[in-house]
T-cell receptor
Framework: DAMVIQNPRYQVTQFGKPVTLSCSQT?????MYWYQQKSSQAPKLLFH???????NEADTPDNFQSRRPNTSFCFLDIRSPGLGDAAMYLC?????????????FGDGTRLSIL | DAKTTQPNSMESNEEEPVHLPCNHS???????IHWYRQLPSQGPEYVIH???SNVNNRMASLAIAEDRKSSTLILHRATLRDAAVYYC????????????FGQGTTLQVKP
């Protein structure tokens, strides 16, 4: 059974039209992460939540925001998507933020921009 | 943050063992060594992690050099389903747990 669920698997939006990607988890983990993976590249961390504490990576564009209304759900909001934001977006969870805690990934949402 | 170096690609024959190397010469004493793999069109999958001692699980074994400056992920019998990109990662210092992915090793398994 999937433990980190991302919906939808494929999302198409128009240039400049806000879009929200969702992630849910059944693991009751404290930490949730969002990564961006462009074609033929490695995943790149955008931000993460430790419980309700939001931690933004220094180079994450302001166009990207996130919400975590409860332990189980986390959302990625892209306010005004540009063509360069077309990518796979990956959600992951871990029990804690210590270095010995593995991360569990969903299968991602592939975002296309028209 | 400690950096890792992996070969860009490797090939293996099906049902043979595979040894995937990783160098991490700037590793600190508290850095864990994690391995993940990513199959086509899927999210990364946790494989194994360790600190100092060799580790085994149902997926693979992790051999860590005595000086911890390198490690090797061992797949004991490669199958076609093991064809993936394998990432060796040291979660960021200060135990924030963040994963900074490098380019990884693309493993091709030949029948």
């Amino acid at each position: 059974d999937a433990m980190v669920i991302q919906n939808p698997r494929y999302q198409v939006t128009q240039f400049g039209k806000p879009v929200t990607l969702s992630c849910s988890q059944t693991l009751n983990h404290n930490v949730m992460y969002w990564y961006q993976q462009k074609s033929s590249q490695a995943p790149k961390l955008l931000f993460h939540y430790y419980d309700k504490d939001f931690n933004n990576e220094a180079d994450t564009p302001d166009n990207f925001q996130s919400r975590r209304p409860n332990t189980s759900f986390c959302f990625l909001d892209i306010r005004s998507p540009g063509l360069g934001d077309a990518a796979m977006y990956l959600c992951a969870t871990s029990r804690g933020s210590w270095g010995n805690q593995p991360q569990h990934f969903g299968d991602g949402t592939r975002l296309s921009i028209l | 943050d400690a950096k890792t170096t992996q070969p860009n690609s490797m090939e293996s024959n099906e049902e043979e063992p595979v040894h995937l190397p990783c160098n991490h010469s700037t590793i600190s004493g508290t850095d864990y060594i994690h391995w993940y793999r990513q199959l086509p069109s899927q999210g990364p999958e946790y494989v194994i992690h360790g600190l100092t001692s060799n580790v085994n699980n149902r997926m693979a074994s992790l051999a860590i050099a005595e000086d911890r400056k390198s490690s090797t992920l061992i797949l004991h019998r490669a199958t076609l389903r093991d064809a993936a990109v394998y990432y060796c990662i040291l979660p960021t210092s200060g135990n924030t747990g963040k994963l900074i992915f490098g380019q990884g090793t693309t493993l091709q398994v030949k029948p």
